[in-house]
């Protein structure tokens, strides 16, 4: 089979984690030998990162900016420019289909390198994440001529594991509604967002529920190692905790420098005291770094964490702003006992290692995640953070981590195995003969 797995942002690693997952999801479903071919919104910087991916550019994306769309959007105000853009997909797929010997402008370009590939699939998937949502209208806007095209090709795309809604009632959302009716499987990590989606289509026959597809990348050894050690006395060795942060804007009703304040300076109180308290050796690591063409450094925001740290706290924090792909990343995870984490997806790569999280949340589905982990009472959201609370609630997490690392350990299994029954639902739909499991009679 033919995959292509579409809007995806490799440059950021939570992403990355994403199809690292989705692609071992894809290959369990349908054979080692599935081909898969990224869309990517910065494809060519994404390929130096990923070598052994492939990729194609992002076909709407890349004409938006092209300069006949730009100018004309600006003649229009805004007005021609999504009926363009579908217009340029379709007219691309008849010159590919009907008359693929005419070399006619742009035939050797990099979108209709993409829309040969789009014609040549099998199955056509969009990434997992949360960008449907009235929260991101214009992350919905740049997917739709995707999603329509992708209907135009017979191909309804398939959504992977979302955190969506709620949504508006506008045309973006009605657009949305009509994708989503279309869409053969859809698949949710939560109650809330298949509520959502009932809510904006009308039912839910073609949506299921499953755990965020990063949890296949679970290492039960590695959590059955942690188990073990942790009723073994180690005299001696400093406890080392990791510290991923993330530059943030939306504090609600708090001003937003105010809300950055209190939130870098409730993170330096924290690292503080597990310096000052427990003889801890802190690292900011995080899984958007290292990557000077990407819009965010996590690194950025740990440097001005740093400014409200003392000088002799600071001698046992490190920076880390290192990139690494997600399974260097992982095996630096290993070397921590316990983690501080803004961004959902370091939050489940640790907890795929058996490394126990402290979340601060910035949008409801890293709460929803510690929800179902048993363990919402250490949860913090990012517009009411405070230094000493959360100073003291990362006292009271450190003191509790035999329970906290067991319902961690115990839970995150839980959502490995609910991750991995996407292989079957995907067996089961998709496949071909071939593929599919014996019938027992």
């Not at 494809?43 to 100018?71: C, G, H, M, T, W």
Request: aromatic share 10%.
């Amino acid at each position: 089979m033919k995959i292509i797995v579409e809007t995806t942002v490799f440059l950021n690693g939570g992403d990355a984690a994403i199809q690292v997952a989705t692609k071992r999801i894809l290959r369990a479903a349908f054979g080692d030998d599935t081909e898969i071919v990224f869309a990517d919104m910065d494809a060519q910087v994404a390929e130096r990162y990923y070598p052994d991916n492939d990729f194609i550019v992002f076909p709407s994306d890349q004409i938006r900016k092209s300069v006949f769309v730009r100018l004309l959007n600006r003649l229009t105000k805004g007005r021609m420019q999504a009926s363009l853009i579908y217009s340029t997909l379709i007219a691309i797929i008849f010159l590919e289909r009907r008359l693929r010997r005419l070399n006619y402008p742009g035939s050797r370009g990099a979108v209709a390198k993409a829309i040969r590939e789009y014609i040549a699939a099998d199955l056509i998937i969009s990434t997992g994440g949360t960008y449907l949502s009235k929260k991101h209208p214009g992350s919905v806007a740049l997917r739709l001529p995707e999603y329509e095209r992708d209907i135009y090709l017979g191909k309804p795309p398939i959504f992977f594991t979302q955190s969506m809604g709620p949504f508006g009632d506008d045309r973006i959302f009605r657009r949305l509604a009509s994708v989503l009716r279309k869409s053969p499987l859809i698949l949710v990590r939560d109650q809330k967002s298949m509520a959502f989606a009932k809510e904006l289509t009308g039912f839910t026959g073609n949506i299921e529920t499953v755990a965020d597809s990063v949890f296949v990348l679970t290492d039960q050894d590695e959590i059955e190692r942690r188990r073990v050690a942790s009723r073994v006395a180690r005299p001696g060795r400093r406890p080392r905790i990791a510290v991923s942060v993330r530059p943030w804007a939306d504090f609600g009703e708090r001003d937003s420098e105010v809300g950055r304040a209190k939130y870098h300076q409730s993170v330096a109180q924290a690292a503080a005291w597990f310096v000052e308290e427990v003889g801890a050796e802190v690292t900011f690591v995080s899984t958007c770094q290292g990557i000077p063409e990407y819009r965010f450094n996590d690194s950025d925001t740990a440097r001005n964490v740093l400014k409200y740290l003392s000088d002799n706290v600071r001698n046992s924090v490190v920076i880390d702003s290192q990139f690494r792909d997600t399974e260097a990343l992982l095996r630096k995870i290993d070397e921590f006992d316990g983690a501080i984490c803004t961004r959902m997806h370091m939050c489940i790569l640790c907890l795929c290692r058996g490394v126990p999280v402290l979340p601060i949340c910035y949008e409801r589905k890293t709460a929803d995640l510690f929800q179902s982990l048993d363990l919402q009472e250490y949860i913090t959201f990012i517009d009411k953070i405070e230094p000493d609370s959360f100073r003291a609630l990362a006292r009271r997490w450190w003191q509790n981590q035999e329970s906290i690392a067991e319902k961690s350990w115990r839970g995150t299994l839980e959502l490995r195995d609910s991750a991995l029954s996407t292989v079957g639902i995907l067996k089961n739909r998709f496949a071909p003969a071939e593929l599919q499991p014996e019938t027992v009679s």
